[in-house]
T-cell receptor, first 118, second 109 residues
């Protein structure tokens, strides 16, 4: 099991371009979470998705950011018209169920994508 | 509002000395608390969660609801403990975690 796979590891975009970050959850995991880590700050929750559904997007900026987790394929975090303030590390995590107390809890993180906007 | 505070950004101790990484939280209900660790060039991984009351790699953490704290402790630090440590809270039925800013622990030989 390769774990949670994120790609690319590093992404450089010019201001105004689009950034697409991919996350493939662990095998058997159907819940995906995206977090952002700005320089010198802790991880901040962005969005929680299950297959084809957004469950909680309370941490997503209102504009330019969107996320999806299609029936087939990885979860995608999309940032349109990037600005310098979007430069950060974006982490994805997955779990087998939404019940964090359960015996099968597992909130496994990927290695992250470091986005640099120039 | 849910908040996690790790007051020390950096902590440096000598090998063999006791270690305590502080974590305070703000939450009106009954939270679940976690410690995550990130070793150099590795991904973030779960170290401890309070509901399991276990000791991992010699680390323990006790939830103190009166002081709203969940400090991480180890009686004798080892060089391989050098890493970034994050305290995190999960409240209510939500699945998201609220993280502290992290403490970079350095164990000196």
């Amino acid at each position: 099991n390769a774990g949670v796979m994120q790609n690319p590891r590093h992404l450089v975009r010019r201001r105004g371009q689009e950034a697409r970050l991919r996350c493939s959850p662990m095998k058997g995991h159907s819940h995906v979470y995206w977090y952002r880590q700005l320089p010198e700050e802790g991880l901040k929750f962005m969005v929680y998705l299950q297959k084809e559904n957004i469950i909680d997007e309370s941490g997503m900026p209102k504009e330019r950011f969107s996320a999806e987790f299609p029936k087939e394929g990885p979860s995608i975090l999309r940032i349109q018209q990037v600005v310098r303030g979007d430069s950060a590390a974006y982490f994805c995590a997955s779990s087998p169920s939404g019940d964090y107390r359960g015996p099968k809890y597992g909130y496994t993180f990927g290695s992250g994508t470091r986005l640099t906007v120039v | 509002a849910q908040r996690v505070t790790q007051p020390e950004k950096l902590l440096s101790v000598f090998k063999g000395a006791p270690v305590e990484l502080k974590c305070n939280y703000s939450y009106s209900g009954s939270p679940e608390l976690f410690w995550y660790v990130q070793y150099s060039r590795q991904r973030l991984q779960l170290l401890l969660r309070h509901i399991s009351r276990e000791s991992i790699k010699g680390f323990t953490a006790d939830l103190n609801k009166g002081e709203t704290s969940f400090h991480l402790k180890k009686p004798f630090a080892q060089e391989e403990d050098s890493a970034m440590y994050y305290c995190a809270l999960k409240g209510g039925g939500a699945q998201k975690l609220v993280f502290g800013q992290g403490t970079r622990l350095t164990i000196n030989p």
